[in-house]
């Protein structure tokens, strides 16, 4: 499996922004979204505030956490900010499609695991 770039190359005041608006939207603390994703909360905070920039699978569990998908969310922050370049956005996209591969490659590998677990296999 290829391992996906760690950060979203855009604005990170966009980002912040973004983060804000669907904690809030969706009703929880800082403190409530950091224990969801794993995280502290001055870690999750530090992304909500641009001290530092969010890794991709991060995202991702945000965007579930929201109910979205990860294109739509990253969408969103696309479309806030306007100094993205589209070399940045194809970029985006080939993560985006490279950790979709790799869920699936997962997804499969544990439902063999499971089969193989039902089938006996393990003990």
Not at 12 to 22: A, D, E, P, Q, W
Not at 67 to 82: H, K, P, R, T, V
Not at 98 to 105: A, F, T
Request: hydrophobic content about 35%; glycine content about 4%; aromatic content about 6%.
């Amino acid at each position: 499996m290829k391992k996906p770039n760690k950060k979203i190359e855009c604005s990170k005041l966009v980002i912040g922004s973004v983060l804000k608006k669907h904690r809030i939207q969706h009703g929880y603390t800082q403190n409530e979204i950091a224990d969801l994703i794993h995280v502290s909360r001055p870690c999750y905070s530090s992304w909500e505030n641009d001290y530092h920039e969010i890794p991709l699978s991060k995202l991702l569990q945000l965007a579930e956490c929201y109910n979205l998908e990860l294109m739509s969310f990253i969408a969103e922050i696309i479309q806030e900010d306007s100094s993205i370049h589209d070399n940045q956005e194809n970029i985006i996209a080939k993560q985006i499609t490279n950790l979709n591969s790799d869920i699936n490659q997962m997804k499969e590998l544990l439902g063999e695991i499971l089969i193989k677990q039902n089938d006996g296999y393990f003990i």
